[in-house]
């Protein structure tokens, strides 16, 4: 069965701190991943994704995320996070001919002005 | 071009009560979804639809029902309301394997 961890639960940063989030899973063959965001109040949205190709995938808002096969992992970053990027952001994957998306439990950023 | 819509928005229920959450998406995509988001508890699947004709179980299907009425439109049934069924509820649409995109949400509260 297919699994998605994210390591940190809550993050808490000043304004112009760089991002990382850690996402990892685990499924043997072709995977399509993603990552989404959650601004308060709000529905979930696509941030970024990876389906094949450059496993550094540029998103909106300046994120970007890279695929590493050999340690199954899509982690988050952001170069300088701003006050607007606080919200939860989620990775999900779909294994190769799934309907089924699985997503992490989420992370919760918080970025203080 | 609406994307996926969800009514209602809000609900307050008693328990025993039934609903019904609609959807509907107007984006021409095969599968539809619905989750239902606790705190720390990330987004939990409650029943998929692959395509028109088909419903499926996920997650958390108990004391849950679904219709996929058409192509267009998923709804999801409380027959019976429980408080532990206090909760954010989401539809999401994709073609199979591709973004999902999810609708503003219906946040249901029983007493």
């Known amino acids: 069965a297919q699994s998605v961890s994210q390591h940190n639960h809550h993050v808490i940063l000043s304004e112009a701190a760089s991002l990382e989030l850690g996402c990892n899973y685990s499924y043997g063959g072709t995977v399509n991943l993603f990552w989404y965001v959650q601004y308060p109040g709000q529905h979930l949205q696509l941030l970024l994704k990876?389906?094949?190709?450059?496993?550094l995938v540029k998103g909106i808002k300046g994120f970007e995320a890279e695929f590493i096969k050999s340690k199954f992992s899509f982690n988050l970053r952001k170069p300088s996070v701003q006050w607007s990027d606080t919200a939860e952001y989620f990775c999900a994957l779909i294994s190769g001919g799934s309907y089924i998306p699985t997503f992490g439990r989420g992370t919760s950023l918080i970025v203080h002005p | 071009n609406a994307g996926v819509t969800q009514t209602p928005k809000f609900q307050v229920l008693k328990t025993g009560q039934s609903m019904t959450l609609q959807c509907a998406q107007d984006?021409?995509?095969?599968?539809m979804y619905w989750y239902r988001q606790d705190p720390g508890m990330g987004l939990r699947l409650i029943y998929y639809?692959?395509?028109?004709?088909?419903?499926d179980k996920g997650e958390v299907p108990n004391g849950y029902n679904v219709s996929r009425l058409n192509k267009r439109e998923f709804s999801l049934r409380l027959e019976s309301a429980a408080p532990s069924q206090t909760s954010v509820y989401f539809c999401?649409?994709?073609?199979?394997?591709?973004?999902?995109?999810f609708g503003p949400g219906t946040r249901l509260l029983v007493l």
């Open positions: 999401a649409s994709s073609v199979v394997g591709e973004t999902q995109y």
């Open positions: 990876y389906f094949s190709g450059d496993p």
């Open positions: 984006m021409n995509h095969n599968s």
């Open positions: 639809s692959a395509s028109e004709g088909t419903t």
